[in-house]
């Protein structure tokens, strides 16, 4: 069974920075494209990014609204997906899921999400 | 970007009743590949958004029958032929064709 476990949301201040992480299962880690899709309260969902495996050079890429401030990365021998966002603003401030999209079968996973608060 | 727009926004529907919502992409959905990366998620309440339809019309594992997708190229629909007190929440389209993904506005379910 697929499962994503993500941590490290919380309150954080306006230009401040926070990591999170996910803990994946169930599948094979380190072959798979990793992405986040964000969502504020009583909003709609909003890709966030995805890294790719080692094969694919871990290539990456970001939402215009992210680009610059939000980084990517992984650990495989963890099966751990990660999130560095940087120079927070009010309005980064969601729910972040961390996803897998299986291209081979279609299948659309996601995490529970963590809670990002950016307030002063 | 490929915009996603959903029909209606809103869907007050009663128990037992069909339901139906529509999609409509900003252009094709047709990968390279040859596939259609057209999903339809459903958020409940307080949850975390659940793959129903992957591939316009294929149910994820544990998806009750009720539910159904099709279409093609650009237009697409789900529907739901007897409307439980369960499927009440928020439903999305959402394209995974192209980066990047981008997702319908919602359709709110909820019984008259």
């Known amino acids: 069974e697929v499962q994503l476990v993500e941590s490290g949301g919380g309150l954080v201040q306006p230009g401040g920075s926070l990591k999170l992480s996910c803990a994946a299962s169930g599948f094979n880690f380190s072959v798979s494209a990793m992405h986040w899709v964000r969502q504020a309260s009583g909003q709609g969902l909003e890709w966030v990014g995805r890294i790719r495996s080692k094969i694919n050079n871990y290539a990456t890429a970001y939402a215009a609204s992210v680009k610059g401030r939000f980084t990517f990365s992984r650990d495989d021998s963890k099966n751990t997906a990660y999130l560095q966002m940087n120079s927070l603003k009010i309005e980064d401030t969601a729910v972040y899921y961390c996803?897998?999209?299986?291209?081979?079968?279609?299948?659309?996973?996601w995490g529970q999400g963590t809670l990002v608060t950016v307030s002063s | 970007d490929i915009v996603m727009t959903q029909t209606p926004l809103s869907s007050p529907v009663t128990l037992g009743q069909p339901a139906s919502i529509s999609c409509r992409s900003g252009q094709s959905l047709v990968h390279s590949d040859g596939n259609t990366y057209l999903n339809w998620l459903q958020q409940r309440p307080g949850q975390p958004p659940r793959l129903l339809i992957y591939?316009?019309?294929n149910r994820f594992s544990g998806v009750p029958d009720r539910f159904s997708g099709s279409g093609a190229g650009t237009d697409f629909t789900l529907k739901i032929s007897r409307v439980e007190a369960e499927d009440v929440g928020v439903y999305y389209c959402m394209q995974a064709t192209q980066f990047p993904h981008t997702f319908g506005q919602g359709t709110k379910l909820e019984i008259k």
């Open positions: 996803t897998r999209h299986d291209i081979l079968t279609g299948h659309y996973y």
């Open positions: 591939k316009i019309s």
